[in-house]
């Protein structure tokens, strides 16, 4: 009989394991995606970007909408550096399209900015620029973007499109 209540026991430890386990099931998923994009970015921080964009684009992303912005930026900032411009751009539209309010819109507009110098089309960029530097409060990123703008109009800009961008800008810190 006490061999009986031992083996009742553990069955019943077994069943309250399983449904803690399962009950938890949505939370071990998010941890799981958390847990590749951390390692994204740790290869994209190594400079890794191949490697990086492998593992972004094996993340399945049905159940998890909370990390899709993160993965579209970081698949942006991947394909920018692999030189898959196409790609980096339709990222860039998606993060804008999907995530308008996302903390990282003012990235995807410097990240156009500079697909726009690398093309040579130093007015879009410099729209691209403004766009980042309106939505940026960061001191220190805010002084990074500032010196893109001026290296930017020192690549003769011609003055009236500087004039039509200085004409809606009512910020006199960006004016």
């Not at 970007?49 to 972004?56: D, G």
């Amino acid at each position: 009989m006490l061999q009986w209540n031992k083996i009742l026991l553990c069955i019943g430890f077994l069943l309250i394991f399983n449904a803690l386990l399962f009950s938890n099931q949505s939370w071990f998923k998010s941890s799981s995606v958390q847990d590749q994009l951390k390692k994204a970015v740790s290869h994209y921080n190594e400079s890794r970007f191949a490697v990086s964009e492998s593992i972004l684009n094996k993340i399945k992303d049905k159940k998890t909408e909370k990390f899709q912005s993160v993965k579209l930026y970081l698949l942006m900032r991947t394909h920018y550096n692999l030189n898959k411009h196409e790609d980096s751009r339709k990222m860039a539209r998606l993060i804008l399209q999907k995530f308008p309010q996302s903390m990282y819109v003012w990235d995807v507009y410097t990240c156009l900015g500079d697909l726009f110098v690398e093309e040579g089309n130093f007015p879009a960029a410099l729209r691209m620029y403004v766009l980042s530097r309106k939505l940026e409060v960061d001191e220190t990123i805010s002084k990074r973007i500032d010196h893109r703008i001026i290296k930017t109009l020192k690549m003769n800009i011609p003055f009236p499109e500087i004039e039509e961008l200085l004409s809606v800008e009512y910020d006199p810190i960006i004016r």
